[in-house]
Each structure stands twice: as C-alpha cells, then as structure tokens.
C-alpha cells in the first residue's frame, strides 16, 4: 500500500482506496456486512482469508492494477491473489451498481477457493452472473439477436470471445449465464451443490455431471442448446407478437363498441332533450294570444 492509499476493513475484505474515493469504500463496506451467500459453495468460504480490494480512481492506476482489460470491462479478479480491481470513475462504470460488479468478481474468487484453478471460463462468468443476479430482462433481447447470428458456439469455445469485441463478448457472457443457470435448474439449490462438491473431489466437471445428474457433459450441452433455442429463438418471439397483437386488437374492438354504445346513448339523450324543448315551446305558443289575440282591456270592449 502506497502512503496516498487508504484502508478499509468490513470482516475479510480489505478496501484500499484514494481519499476522493472514501465515500465508495464507506458504501461497499456496508453493503458486505453479511458477506454475500454464494450458490452451492460452503458459506464461509469467503471469509477463508483476507480479499483485497482496489477502487482505482483513474484510468492510468486502473491500468497498472488490471494491465491489459478491455476498455469496457467494469471491473477485474485475481483470484489466484485474492485481489480484486474496480473503476471508480466515469470512464469505466457500466451498467452495473458498483457493489452487483463487486458481488461478481467475489463470485469468481470463492469458485477459485473451492474448486481450484481448472475451472473453464464460460463457467467462471457464467456463475459469477448468478451469484451477483446481474441478469436483467433486456438481456434476453441481446441473445436472442446472438441466436439470430448463429453465435451459439460449443461451451469449451465460448472463453475464445471474452476477450474480442465488446458485443462478441457480452453474448458469450449472457450464453455463459444460460449455461450455469440451466444446471442450477436442473438440479435446484442441493442438487448444484452436490455437483460442485463431486467436481472438487474428482476434478472433473464431465464425472460431476454423471455422478449427480446422470448426464454427460455432451448430453448436458445438446440440452442446454435446446433451452436456449426454446426461451430465445424467433419461434418463441413470433408467438409471443401474435398473442400480443391478438389481445391488442380484442381491446380495440371492446373499446370501439364501448366508444359507440356510448356515443349512442349520448345521442339519444340529446334527441330526447331535442323534444322536449320542442313540445315546450308549441305549448308556450298556444297559450300565448299575441297582441292581436282580442282580449278585454280595463273591462272594456275591444279597441276599434
């Protein structure tokens, strides 16, 4: 730590930041009070050793930190060193609150933890995502667009798009988070538990999955592809703009007869208030003599 550093300590982690950078760490601290729970992993297994974390607050003390990440990265984990790197200044905040970003690089760290090194990367990214529960709705949209390209590759070979252009890489995060949520579902909270905890033991993610289950990794991607293609493909957007264009026009047409049933019953009113104006002044007409009419003045006759 440099003298113009500072320190921060909230339970394992260690913030160390620049004094403009007080208020960030003061914040993030708070926010991880109760570290965050890591799906399938041991609870403590963050606090199994200090983590450290860096708010950079320029791009150059970024760079030095984090050497060589894309320029749209919003945040970086050594998990080899328990060291953990995140932006604070414009230029590098993306989409993300700064703590989803810190909850994600966490994620990677515990992973690392508990299952060591072997762990392939759509897998890193993809349980990072669940952990920090960063999907958001918009997010289906920009897959089904990966979908319509025919950017669905093998799993193995999703790591090879990480580091290419930004949309490249965000559909092979957002592929990489279909993948690990799709083995969650399959086996729920304990089942993705007990899968981790046979991948520790036998090293194997292919004999994890045989083990817990009953599933090769081949058989598991075939499947995976398949739950892809049945939440994101085309077919299911087609379907889902019929139905909404069916219902629109149903409102439309209940709307329209609701719209004429009550201009009818305005204009009969009217025709009714039509009448009875008009009978009223024939009425008024009769009993009215005019000044011609011969009536008796003073009691006299008529006036010549």
């Not at 060589?68 to 050594?78: C, I, N, Q």
């Not at 508990?114 to 920009?142: C, K, T």
């Not at 075939?222 to 049945?230: I, S």
Request: hydrophobic letters at 45%.
């Amino acid at each position: 730590m440099t003298a113009a550093q500072q320190e921060l300590r909230a339970g394992a982690l260690v913030f160390r930041f620049w004094p403009r950078q007080a208020s960030a760490a003061a914040a993030l601290a708070r926010a991880v009070q109760i570290p965050p729970l890591m799906p399938g992993l041991p609870k403590d297994v963050l606090a199994r050793g200090e983590i450290v974390v860096y708010l950079a607050p320029d791009p150059a003390i970024f760079d030095s930190l984090a050497p060589g990440v894309p320029d749209w990265s919003a945040g970086l984990a050594f998990p080899e060193r328990d060291r953990i790197v995140l932006p604070v200044f414009t230029a590098r905040t993306g989409r993300e609150p700064l703590v989803t970003v810190l909850r994600h690089e966490l994620a990677h760290v515990a992973l690392s933890r508990y299952l060591g090194a072997g762990v392939p990367r759509w897998f890193h990214e993809g349980y990072a995502q669940l952990a920090a529960a960063s999907w958001r709705s918009n997010d289906g949209w920009a897959l089904r667009v990966a979908v319509l390209l025919g950017q669905t590759p093998a799993l193995e070979s999703l790591s090879l798009d990480f580091r290419s252009s930004r949309v490249r890489a965000e559909h092979a995060y957002l592929l990489s988070y279909t993948a690990v949520e799709f083995l969650y579902r399959l086996g729920g909270p304990n089942g993705f538990a007990r899968l981790l905890e046979r991948w520790r033991e036998t090293g194997d993610l292919d004999r994890a999955m045989r083990r817990t289950y009953g599933l090769t990794f081949a058989q598991f991607e075939r499947l995976w592809r398949r739950e892809v293609g049945r939440q994101y493909g085309w077919l299911l957007v087609v379907t889902q703009a019929a139905f909404f264009w069916t219902v629109l026009t149903i409102l439309f047409l209940v709307l329209g007869y609701w719209k004429k049933q009550r201009y009818r019953r305005k204009l009969a009113a009217l025709e009714a208030v039509s009448r009875d104006t008009e009978c009223s002044e024939f009425g008024e007409a009769a009993d009215d003599p005019g000044p011609l009419g011969g009536g008796m003045i003073d009691g006299n006759k008529p006036r010549a």
